[in-house]
């Protein structure tokens, strides 16, 4: 248990009782966990998972394809955080489910598509698998020039650098600043993906790895 090793996290898991309001959005109209939603089983709102973590702390279940598997459809959205009615409880859910997929990842125990979103961003810095040399193209053509000792640094991410309509929020965003005179450079191919869903998804590794590549 490497990276469940804050105490009061560990406390905070048996504090949860189970009352629910955790899936609810605050009109309680509909289910607002997206994972409960799907699934249906109390096992996938973030009570039940808090429930399965505390019986996997204490050796009652095994770290298994099935537990990484519930676990992992946990989005990270946060609604739980917003709704669970105990302030100093709540605040530490997220910490939580993040504490313990990174202890999956330790363990080897992540599902196949989490693992090959972890090896698209680590060969190619970006989820898409698309190149390095492609990362700066959306930026052609408005007089963005490359980081040289400008006084700012816009750092654009994977969706800005690769997705069409990411790509046209990025132009704008530019030629926004640039008009406004803004002294800013990009850092192009030699930006890398930010990592936080791989921070989220638990490969602190990994993310240190991005961070310093940035930095
Ligand atoms: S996380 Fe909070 S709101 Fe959700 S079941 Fe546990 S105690 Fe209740
Ligand atoms: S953070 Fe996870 S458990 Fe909480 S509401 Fe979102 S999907 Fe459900």
Redesign the pocket.
Known sequence: MEYIRSIEHKEVVHRCFRCGY??FPRDYVDF?????KVFGWDT???GG?MWLIRAWLKGEIETSDRFAEILY?????????EHCPFPRFSNA??DV?EEVKAELVNDGKIPPPVRDYFKAISVNGNPYKLPREERGKWAQGIGLERYSGQEFLLYAGCVASYDEVGQKMARSVAKVLLSGGLSMGILAEEESCDGAEVKVLGETELFKELARENI
């Open positions: 955790c899936k607002n966990c997206p994972s409960y996938y709102a973030p998972r459809s946990c989005s990270a959205c946060g609604n739980c955080q859910l997220l489910f």
